[in-house]
């Protein structure tokens, strides 16, 4: 006969214990600043709050700080700065004494107007409404709440008294949605059972107004029985830009080949997985001075947290964003030191005279010059092909007496960007270290180079556009007579 199994000990952790009060702040919280409450979006700020929250935190802190960090999600997700003066009060705990105070010195009129205006979010002209009462008797019962909580507060040691009433409402809020517990069981709640209980406590009013609306499930307010609080691990890569370099920063996000997201008013992230992809263009960008090197630093951190299609769960956001501020100017950890900006391209006065006098010596070696290229010229061409701006910025190096053809691809016709006629026609392109960069738009690049013209260029381009893939036609008519570098958006580069 089988022994009797005592079930497990009952989880202390907040995550578990508090899951549905966690969930009942965030989803109210959300509605309040106009997003829609789906359950994906529930999931991802829930695991958001969790990775914040110590498992011994207790259920109403816990509620209270969920409250701050879906302000902070919502407000990082818009792309915009969290707009709050004041972010050291969501360290200070609530007492209950101020609570037990107000609910002491309040008459049914202004218990209404805090529970309303305070705790449902419900606007003044609403109240007067609703209440029967003008606003300035509203404004009246407002100024009282703010001088009860501030009596109270001071006889405990806090200085209040200089806080402005901006201040002191949010304060209200706070203890307006503070609830101490013990509730009954949610399913009962949700069930509209424990009226008399639910129109005291604004944890359980919330639980059953939102599932009266089907705004949450009942499942919603139950967690998993495996799995409750997120432990992933993640690595991610801060970048911050100076305060003169911030209008790049919606390029930067625009053209990184990875997905990343705006932090605060002058950072990116990323994941740090895609740091060896986001690398070309990094350099490219401090080599064009959009921005500086000395406009750009980069930290990577690792800790508890996940990625999802909106940006960083967790608390990595914000230790990225405050170990950025240690390292120095124009590094990137793990990439090292990023690129001068590239000299500014040489006259081309110097070119011309190379020209002529190319031309000189190749009357005599005209016999060396009339041979068709070898494969080995291939080795002549060196290119790479960086996608960005919408098109692709092809970076290459050819020999100064070389001629260069560049051809870019766009809505599926070929755009002759460069046609060399001369060695010193791609002066123009150069970057003064002796390479060359152009950018084409468009989904794919062609660039070609030969010692001699190509024969009938005009007309392989002509023939290669109404071909289904014009590009790929192109390079291979010019293969055997030039060496070819090319790539598009669905192809390797070749």
């Known amino acids: ?231 992933q691990r993640t690595r991610a890569v801060v970048l911050q830009l100076h305060p003169e370099a911030r209008a790049h920063r919606s390029r930067l996000l625009r053209e990184l080949s990875v997905p990343a997201f705006p932090l605060e008013d002058d950072r990116i992230v990323f994941d740090a997985a895609l740091l060896d992809e986001a690398t070309p263009l990094l350099k490219m960008a401090t080599e064009v001075e959009l921005p500086a090197r000395h406009q750009l630093r980069g930290a990577i951190v690792e800790g508890p947290g996940s990625w999802s299609p909106r940006g960083l769960i967790g608390p990595l956001s914000d230790r990225g964003a405050r170990e950025v501020l240690h390292r120095s100017w124009g590094t990137v950890d793990q990439l090292g030191e990023l690129p001068h900006a590239l000299p500014e391209p040489p006259s081309a006065r110097g070119w011309w005279a190379a020209s002529v006098s190319l031309g000189l010596v190749g009357a005599l070696i005209v016999g060396m010059l009339v041979a068709a290229p070898t494969a080995g010229q291939g080795q002549r061409l060196d290119a790479r092909f960086v996608e960005g701006r919408g098109g692709w910025w092809a970076s290459f190096d050819v020999p100064d007496e070389e001629l260069v053809y560049v051809v870019g691809e766009e809505a599926g016709a070929l755009v002759v960007a460069l046609q060399s006629e001369g060695s010193a026609d791609k002066v123009d392109l150069s970057t003064g270290d002796g390479s060359y960069r152009v950018h084409l738009a468009g989904r794919g690049a062609l660039v070609a180079s030969s010692p001699r013209p190509v024969p009938d260029f005009d007309l392989l381009v002509a023939r290669a556009q109404g071909a289904p893939d014009p590009l790929g036609t192109l390079a291979s008519e010019l293969d055997g007579t030039a060496a070819v570098r090319w790539v598009r958006a669905d192809v390797e580069q070749r």
Request: positive net charge; contains cysteine; charged residues 25%.
């Open 1 to 231: 006969m089988a022994l009797p199994v005592a079930p497990p000990p009952r989880s202390n952790d907040v995550a578990i214990v508090g899951w549905a009060g966690i969930t009942v702040r965030i989803a109210w919280t959300l509605l309040i600043l106009g997003v829609k409450v789906r359950p994906e979006v529930l999931r991802e700020v829930r695991a958001h709050v969790l990775y914040h929250l110590d498992p011994a935190t207790p259920l109403p802190h816990a509620e209270d700080m969920a409250t701050h960090l879906t302000e902070a999600w919502v407000a990082r997700v818009r792309g915009k700065p969290l707009a709050d003066p004041w972010p050291v009060d969501w360290e200070m705990p609530i007492s209950p004494r101020w609570r037990r105070a107000l609910d002491r010195a309040l008459d049914p009129v202004a218990q209404a107007v805090f529970r309303k205006h305070y705790g449902d979010n419900r606007g003044v002209s609403r109240l007067e409404t609703s209440l029967d009462i003008d606003r300035v008797s509203i404004e009246a019962i407002q100024a009282g709440l703010r001088e009860v909580v501030r009596r109270v507060a001071v006889s405990d040691g806090l200085p209040l008294d200089g806080w402005p009433p901006q201040r002191i409402d949010r304060l209200l809020r706070r203890l307006a949605a503070w609830s101490p517990g013990p509730c009954p069981p949610v399913l009962d709640v949700a069930e509209g059972c424990h009226r008399e209980h639910v129109a005291s406590c604004a944890r359980c009013d919330r639980i059953a107004r939102l599932v009266r609306s089907n705004v949450l499930e009942v499942d919603d307010l139950f967690p998993p029985s495996v799995g409750a609080r997120p432990t």
